[in-house]
Nanobody
Framework: QVQLVESGGGLVQPGGSLRLSCAAS????????MGWFRQAPGKERELVAA???????NYADSVKGRFTISRDNAKDTVYLQMNSLKPEDTAVYYC???????????????WGQGTLVTVSS
């Protein structure tokens, strides 16, 4: 069984920083793209940032220059460094990964359980 476990959410004041982590575990052969999505109350889930295995990244326009996505392939872990946080960044943040397993040979799209980020004074 493959799973993603997120950590690092919490309450932070506007202008503050948080770092989210997401670790994959299980019988993993390889992980392609990993990403972070978020869903605010009453809104649809949206892509925040994504990173390929080779390190290519893309970001939502709303977080460019403030958020940085990175990954450690040896640890099957992806990170999201969030700086200059704004109240509109408040949401549940979800990790997502494209995972290849061998037994049986299969391509999976896996989601984490979500971690709440609240930006408020």
């Amino acid at each position: 069984q493959v799973q993603l476990v997120e950590s690092g959410g919490g309450l932070v004041q506007p202008g503050g920083s948080l770092r989210l982590s997401c670790a994959a575990s299980g019988s993993i052969f390889s992980i392609n793209t990993m990403g972070w999505f978020r869903q605010a109350p009453g809104k649809e889930r949206e892509l925040v940032a994504a990173i390929t295995r080779g390190g290519s990244t893309n970001y939502a326009d709303s977080v460019k220059g403030r958020f940085t996505i990175s990954r450690d392939n040896a640890k099957d872990t992806v990170y999201l460094q969030m700086n200059s946080l704004k109240p509109e960044d408040t949401a549940v943040y979800y990790c997502n990964a494209e995972i290849i397993i061998i037994t049986p040979p299969q391509y999976l799209e896996v989601w984490g359980q979500g971690t709440l980020v609240t930006v408020s004074s």
